[in-house]
């Protein structure tokens, strides 16, 4: 069975159901997503203390993801690091992103079901650790995000045996570009 919604109360409720936490945010100030990295983590610098008192992370990052050049293969073009993480893995931190601009789909395995959680910015999620998951931010991706770190060196994924993230749609197929 298979459940479609953007009510932003429906989709907490979910996610709270397997350990997520899913909330909007407001920056102090309007900054351009082009802005350098201190620059977005000024604007956001109070929800960015709050969030790393409250669960413990002691760094914060910036990534960005853009569209690369054109690849031989027209349906596989473009950034690279997509297809990473485009499988489904696991961390031993707790996946914490803030999305400053642009969008991407985190797909969540939990509970024998996979949510399809579309992020954009203003989104925060907040992913317990060794929580099954993929991620996409699409063909030509436009996705600038704040992460969080407890430790901030050990980062690795760890991918998981037979993963079934090639079963379910990308994000371009999910959200058609129009
Ligand atoms: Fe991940």
Redesign the pocket.
Known sequence: MSVRTDDFDVIRGELLRIGVRFARWHAARRVPACADDAALINAYRSHIDHVSAEGGYRTVDVVRMTPGPAGPDPSRPGCPVREK?LEE?V?DED?VRFVVSGSGCFYLHAARRVHAVLCRAGDMLSVPSRTA???DAGVRPTYTAIRFFREGDDRA?HFVPNGIAGRFPVLDDLVPMT
């Open positions: 993480f893995h961390h996946l998951h993929w991620f994924a």
